[in-house]
């Protein structure tokens, strides 16, 4: 088949990219990477056309090339591609050089034994050095751009496997001072030698000059892949983040070079950080990070090599460049940076923050460099949250938090004003400006109160909450503070007590400085309410939480009182929790009484059988046990329903579970009698089942819906009786039926399951036409034969015979539907087929290998299923 035209192939990018996984899975996905290799040939196709193919293979990998072979022949027929194109201008070259390198990375075929790898790296190297490659690789004005794509190329490879361009560290090293282009050489040499540096370091061996200009990666004529087989081919993170990973340090202290090793490394380092002037922001950020994670923990490498740079970004307005700063502090401290550094970095953090036209992602960048700046000296435990010790109240009185701050820079500015809290509680600042605390208090007075506010937004609510667990987390060990925020909270919930669940979330959160306190306050607020009004389902939800065994006789009021008012479902299963709560909290006299009355007094059966058990269970198990018995399931996990709460085996009772197939299903013979086509089905039990029902669905709409299929009981060893599947097609074609079966087990279970689809044949259709009276079968047939034409169809079909002749095959396949017989060399067929076409066949003149069959049908549709059918009917005998 030729190559597809423009419009054939925008259809089916098109229908691709609607759904991949679904076009793959459909009859022209297994084609689709063959005709786009292909049509990249094809000289029919334009250049635009082309580039779109290219581009699907970029952002489709792994659906075009799933696995490593097929990955393998696509580089290798990608590179074919690329060494073919005429040495004009042309947009394919770069996209071609990305889909090879993409290809090989996605599929899992980069490595020694790849052809397709072994041309891809020497011809990238090429393009990247700007040696001449021939006419082939386009015009002079072409080849800046192919340089630095062949650099982003070898970049991705090294990056996918660590060590790779180690051998050509003296060729890029050699590249980067001649006209080409400097930021994607310079990256490329800073990740080759940071992932050189790892590698080495794992292996225990130096640097063995590969730094030196006369170093190759090539190795007898081959490309050198023994720094990646020595190193764990583990991906570097290659963004700037900080604090560096200790791991990471011990791993390149045990890298000791040679005096001319840590020279040449130094040299390359100073190399690199030369071209940092001519690099984009992004671009500048990426390669200090990488040069100083390389650096950091290698002996002998000072970090002073970095403090040009520093005096020049430490006054940046670039954010990545100001995130690449904080990353190199975290990895060299004050070896690199001097107190002075530290503090002038603080100050102009805090007064950017202060800024009144930052938008809300630059602010919040700010805001967390404060909170998680690296510090030279900290002080308190490794890991310990702290604000830095240079960062004042008075520098940060303009960054305190204000109810008219967006909530995600409220809650930010929230932290840093805890973190100020938790330092030394003297400092009031001689009453020049508010102290923190008297801010943060006046500010979840603030919160609450607009929380509190009657039909209020669900998000005032939602801030005052996360605010409050911001305030337990960082203050946990100040009750100077926790306590007015334990109070305002009640009063919170005695205003609405509509935030029960919000309280409820928070109670599971904070630790036990906030929680233990608030749930005594909570449970008060509670008791001390009415048990009639509207709020009664939250007062119980709340109860339901801080129940404890301190002041039951309080709680046990309440709860009496809210009995008469509990008419519902739902309120009786809130208040029945409150029971199951006292209960794990070791009960009481009390408790068994009010049980007694509820399993008289409620109106719902399951809440008084609720009440029954669990006064049984108060009645005979001791405190520990009825502990236990109350817990949840450790293996079993939890379920929404109470009416299974206690017992998970009842749950599973309840449940349908899915289950393997414990019959087999099959087709038997079929009998021919009735109005519809009728299947029988075989059934062999497994294992023994009871109540079985067998249930059938077709896709689409051939077939009307099949009815279920029943039996009481199955056994193996016993036969079992015959089932019987009426069909009504709406049209006469074959199908495939899903079948599902429930059914139960011997241990009660309900089960379902998923059964092989059973297949409806053709002949499985047919039916046969009335009798006609003795010796009016010629003339019945002819009847029929004409009556097919004009509005139906004809044909013949050549029908291949067995050895044993055509009476054998009419006999075991069409004796049923026979008008007229002249055996052994002449039939006259007639069928029916449901709903309402024919089917007529003439079987005349039977030669030794096979029979014409002349077909006629009033139902265009079945003339290519009779044609299958009979030149499968020799096969069949």
Known sequence: MGPLSREAWAQRLAAFRTSPSAFMAGPEGEDLGRDLLSDLRSEKLSEQTKVSLLVLSL???????????????????????????????????????????????????????????????????????????????????????????????????????????????????????????????SLL???????????????????????????????????????????????????????????????????????????????????????????????????????????????????????????????????????????????????????????????????????????????LFYLHCLLSFPENWPLGLEGEEAAPLLLRPQLCHGLLPSLLHDPMALLARLHLLCLLCAEDEEEEEKGLVQSPRGSLEELMAGLQQR????????????????????VARCLAGQPMVLTPLIHGLAQLYRARPVLAPHFVDLLDQVGPELGEPLRVLLRQEVVSRPGRDEALRWHLQMLAKVADGSAQSATLSFLQAAAAHCTGWDLQQALLRVCRALLQAGGGDGLADLLQALARQLEDPDGRDHARLYYILLAHLAGPKLGVALAPSLTAPALASSLVAENQGFAAALMVQEAPAPIRLSVGSREIKGPLPVLQLQVE???????????????????????????????????????????????????????????????????????????????????????????????????????????????????????????????????????????????????????????????????QDGVPVALRTDDWAVLPLAGDYLRGLSAAV
């Open 451 to 470: 929380a509190a506010l009657d039909q209020g937004p669900r998000a005032l609510a939602t801030l005052c909450f996360q605010a409050s667990y911001l």
């Open 189 to 363: 040499l800073a990740l080759a030698l940071r992932n050189t540096l790892v590698v080495q370091s794992q292996a225990g061996a130096g640097l063995r000059g590969l730094l030196m200009a006369g170093a190759s990666p090539t190795r007898g004529g081959s490309w050198d892949w023994s720094l990646v087989e020595e190193g764990d081919a583990h991906l570097q993170p290659q963004a700037p983040s900080w604090p560096a990973a200790e791991e990471g340090e011990r791993g390149l202290a045990a890298l000791e070079p040679s005096p001319e090793e840590a020279r040449e490394l130094r040299a390359a380092v100073a190399q690199l950080l030369d071209t940092t002037y001519l690099l984009t922001p992004v671009a500048q950020a990426q390669l200090l990070w990488l040069l100083g994670w390389a650096l950091r923990g290698l002996q002998g490498q000072p970090p002073a090599l970095f403090k040009p740079q520093l005096v020049r970004l430490l006054g940046t307005a670039q954010l990545t460049l100001l995130h690449a700063v904080l990353a190199l502090k975290a990895a060299f401290g004050e070896a690199l940076f001097t107190a002075q550094d530290e503090a002038l970095l603080l100050r102009r953090l805090t007064l950017a923050a202060q800024h009144p036209a930052l938008p809300l992602p630059t602010h």
């Open 59 to 185: 952002e489709y990998p792994v659906q075009l090339w799933p696995d490593a072979p097929a990955a393998e022949v696509a580089a290798t027929s990608l590179l074919d591609t690329l060494v073919l194109l005429p040495p004009r201008l042309s947009a394919l070259r770069r996209l071609l050089l990305l889909a090879a390198t993409t290809a090989l990375v996605a599929g899992g075929a980069l490595g020694p034994t790849s052809g397709a790898s072994c041309r891809l790296l020497p011809l990238l190297l090429g393009l990247a050095s700007g040696s001449d490659l021939g006419p082939g690789f386009g015009p002079t004005s072409e080849q800046r751009s192919l340089q630095a794509t062949a650099c982003e190329c070898l970049r991705e490879l090294e990056s996918c496997k660590p060590g790779l361009l180690g051998g050509a560290l003296g060729v890029l090293r050699g590249l980067l001072g001649q006209a080409g282009p400097v930021q994607p050489l």
């Open 685 to 847: 039990a497994l294992e023994p089942i009871y109540s079985l029902e067998l249930r059938f669905r077709v896709e689409g709409q051939i077939y009307a819906p099949l009815e279920s299929v029943h039996m009481p009981c199955l056994c193996p060893g016993r036969p079992a009786r015959r089932l019987l599947l009426p069909l009504q097609p709406r049209r006469p074609a074959p199908a495939q039926l899903d079948v599902h079966a429930l059914y139960t087990t011997p241990s009660g279970l309900t089960c379902h399951a998923h059964l092989p689809p059973l297949t409806v044949n053709f002949s499985d259709l047919f039916l046969p036409f009335p009798h006609p009276p003795e010796g009016a079968g010629p003339g019945f047939f002819e009847e029929l034969w004409h009556s097919c034409l004009p509005e139906g169809a004809e044909s013949r079909v050549w029908c291949p015979l067995g050895p044993q002749g055509l009476k054998p095959l009419v006999s075991h396949h069409l004796e049923p539907f026979v008008v007229v017989a002249q055996p052994p060399t002449s039939y006259c067929v007639a069928i029916r087929l449901p709903p309402n076409s024919r089917l007529l066949l003439r079987l005349e003149a039977a030669q």
